[in-house]
């Protein structure tokens, strides 16, 4: 395995903390034998300097196997070259993968953001452990909109990386409604990078906001310039580049920065990590020049050796003994707390071993390639290693499970950071969110946003109660609106007035065959089953006043029983019909043997029945899992949703589908009565009050799914009401306009069939 690794000047801890992550990974593989069992991973490490020459030089001699890079010519011998790790800049990897891909040598970077790698047509070859930028664009303009930002200004690179990186933001803020109040470049081509120019813009811009797209060193022009002339009071947005810089966390650029939120590489642990850099295992034959640099600038002094010793003698300076404590200093060597580009590596060496793996295992004729061939793992083609790395799945030990899509990324995950001045005066970034594309849950954004202080520029902040909220200018709290389906707001006081009249419809239908019960249309129907049929719709009807108002406990605990109950009190009622239009015509056959199942007796039973099993359920569910009344403060940021849980949902489903199972059997009878003399049937209304009740209640289940606080509440009142009503309508008004303006038909005569006219 070979690595190109970018050595600045002005991080060495940090890039030779790199380094040793690499080897800390190596070992942990090698050290645990359930993965690659009897084989050894290796490395070699390029420096390129950051030397574009140098880059392409190196890579020939990966390619090569000897200290010339010479173009398409290998004589590397055993092991084989597994996969290639590097570079760093987007543009060198580029030039790599280039390469590379000619040969389908699998190349993994840690860093490289740039969304031309996705190309798989030119960079065939190439995977990445971080997101690409078109997720980070993405993520940036969702964020710039999760504040509710509307007026916004861009600033970007003016190279390849910038440009395209704010288009796409560009694009997101504009599709979402809010605007761009200007759109600029720092010109690397100039020596100024155009920063008197984009001051002023700032300056004169009334946009509050400012997200730049840029590196940290490319950005230093700008904030010097606009510390030199005072332009202060904007908030800036940052994109990975320099949104966790250690360059820009100075004092000076404090009164700029403070309060800058931005995007930052996903940080994990790393167990065991910080103890292995403390160990002082440095000098070996791998890495032994670095290792003296780095312990010459961590504790400032110098190693004798024959060439300098006489110098040393001179210069007072101090003499390293390489038994100095690592664990005595704390800089960015040994800072564990967010490690980004460190995981990064320990997830790119966790992949190739993994695809490794699979290859070894792969068992002769079940393999993927032709008739079912393997790849010996003692002499295996790049582009066999090539298949396994494109299809792994590896699941890390903080227990997060990495894939590359068909483009060679991984599922793009940021930590959201926020910049916050310390006690000492300087800047630390604090992670207050996460963005991650692939959230099992669907919520991409997590931000904790409810702090405040009550003291002009105080350096901490304090939470607010869990029923309170920051105001905007984040020095007081507010209480949370509290939402839920109110009698005063004009969606709640709508549907109770229409529970109310509603309720009054088959009060007054009962009247009415009260009136005209010795009349034949009604004495056709079953007369007691419509008055209890009756009965039941206008409790329906008031069941919907239940769920409006504030849930108390009580009502949470009752509402959705009773509910329950009455629905299915009323669902058998006209089941009960049903079979009893059935029976009595079957019974008027000579000789039939179903007289006696015509009895009221009969449709009492299958009522009782009907009912007593809903009844069961109901109970059941109060008994081992009850609703209650809680406050959700988790769907809304900034909203209380006063709303009952269910207690269980499965209770919840299971009493819906009895319903629909009462309604479906009822259905089901009716459709195959249908035809049967009008003197006996209600076959045909049964059928459509039936197939109405279930259409209300299967659109139901999508809609409440999809909807969120107060309105689920109201889904489900409308639902009420409209079943209640399918049924009325279907059952009902047919005989009541009989009764009201046709009554030459409601005659025995017109009932047989022997009317004229």
Request: aromatic content about 12%; some cysteine; hydrophobic content about 45%.
């Amino acid at each position: 395995m070979n690595s190109a690794i970018r050595e600045s000047p002005q991080e060495k801890s940090y890039v030779y903390q790199l380094f040793l992550a690499m080897r800390f990974t190596m070992e942990e593989i090698n050290r645990h034998h359930d993965l690659l069992p009897n084989h050894t991973l290796g490395f070699q490490i390029y420096d390129s300097c950051r030397v574009l020459q140098w880059e392409l030089d190196g890579t020939l001699k990966i390619l090569t196997g000897q200290n010339q890079g010479i173009p398409n010519f290998s004589c590397r011998e055993k092991p084989p070259l597994a996969a290639i790790i590097g570079h760093s800049t987007s543009t060198y990897s580029i030039l790599m993968a280039h390469i590379l891909g000619l040969c389908r040598y699998p190349q993994i970077s840690i860093i490289s953001t740039s969304s031309l790698l996705s190309d798989r047509t030119q960079f065939p070859s190439f995977f990445r452990t971080v997101p690409s930028d078109a997720f980070q664009s993405q993520g940036l303009a969702r964020l710039v909109l999760y504040f509710g930002w509307t007026w916004v200004g861009l600033v970007a690179l003016g190279n390849d990386y910038g440009q395209q990186g704010i288009q796409v933001i560009k694009e997101e803020i504009l599709k979402a409604g809010a605007c761009v109040a200007f759109t600029e470049f720092i010109l690397l081509s100039r020596l100024d990078k155009n920063a008197p120019h984009l001051i002023r813009v700032i300056r004169e811009s009334t946009a509050k906001v400012v997200l730049v797209f840029s590196t940290d060193f490319d950005m230093i022009p700008l904030l010097d310039g606009m510390l030199r002339q005072n332009v202060t009071g904007k908030i800036f947005v940052a994109s990975e580049a320099w949104s966790i810089s250690n360059v820009l966390t100075v004092e000076k650029y404090s009164a700029l920065l403070s309060g800058c939120i931005g995007f930052a590489f996903y940080s994990s642990k790393l167990a065991g990590f910080r103890e292995y850099l403390n160990s002082g295992r440095l000098f070996n034959n791998t890495g032994e020049i670095w290792a003296k640099k780095f312990w010459e600038e961590t504790f400032e002094c110098k190693f004798l050796d024959q060439r300098n010793i006489s110098d040393s003698l001179d210069n007072p300076t101090k003499v390293c003994t390489g038994n100095e404590k690592l664990g005595s200093i704390q800089n960015s060597y040994n800072d564990v707390s967010s490690l980004r580009t460190s995981n990064n590596i320990y997830t790119a060496i966790s992949i190739i071993a993994t695809a490794l793996h699979d290859l070894q295992t792969c068992q002769e004729g079940r393999g993927p390639f032709h008739n079912g061939s393997c790849a010996d793992i003692q002499n295996f083609k790049p582009w066999q290693l090539l298949h396994y790395i494109q299809n792994v799945r590896v699941r890390l030990s903080n227990g997060r499970e990495v894939f590359f899509d068909r483009n060679g990324d991984l599922p793009a995950v940021y930590d959201i950071v926020n910049w916050q001045l310390g006690a000492d005066g300087m800047m630390r970034q604090v992670t207050v969110g996460s963005y991650d594309t692939a959230a099992s849950d669907g919520n991409t954004f997590n931000i904790n946003a409810r702090e405040i202080s009550n003291q002009t520029d105080s350096i901490d902040c304090f939470k607010c109660p869990w029923d309170m909220w920051p105001r905007l200018q984040k020095d007081r709290c507010i209480p949370k609106t509290i939402e839920f389906l109110s009698y005063e707001e004009p969606l709640g006081a709508t549907l109770a007035a229409a529970s109310l009249f509603s309720s009054m419809i088959p009060v007054s239908i009962f009247g009415l065959l009260i009136h005209y019960k010795t009349t034949p249309i009604v004495r056709a129907n079953n007369y007691t089953l419509s008055c209890l049929l009756l009965g039941s719709l206008s409790l329906c009807f008031l069941c919907a006043l239940a769920f409006i108002g504030y849930p108390q406990p009580e009502k949470c605990l009752l509402r959705q029983a009773a509910f329950g109950v009455v629905f299915a009190f009323c669902v058998s009622c006209i089941l009960a019909k049903t079979f009893m239009v059935v029976f009595a015509f079957m019974a008027t056959k000579p000789g039939s043997s179903l007289r006696k199942w015509t009895s009221p007796r009969v449709s009492y039973v299958i009522i009782l029945f009907c009912s007593f099993l809903q009844f069961l359920m109901c109970i059941s569910w109060l008994v081992l899992s009850p609703p209650f009344q809680e406050n959700n403060i988790q769907t809304k940021p900034g909203v209380i949703i006063a709303e009952c849980n269910e207690g269980s949902p499965t209770a919840f489903w299971c009493m819906l589908g009895y319903l629909s199972l009462l309604a479906t059997i009822s259905f089901t009878v009716a459709f195959l009565a249908r035809q049967l003399p009008d003197s006996f049937n209600e076959a045909k209304f049964i059928t459509f009050s039936m197939l109405a009740f279930l259409s209300v209640w299967v659109s139901y289940i999508p809609a409440s799914l999809s909807a969120r606080g107060k309105y689920t509440v109201a889904m489900e009142v409308f639902a009420i009401l409209s079943s209640s009503w399918a049924l009325v309508v279907c059952m009902f008004v047919p005989k009541c306009f009989i009764i009201l303006f046709r009554p030459e038909m409601n005659s025995r005569g017109c009932l047989m069939g022997k009317a004229t006219g």
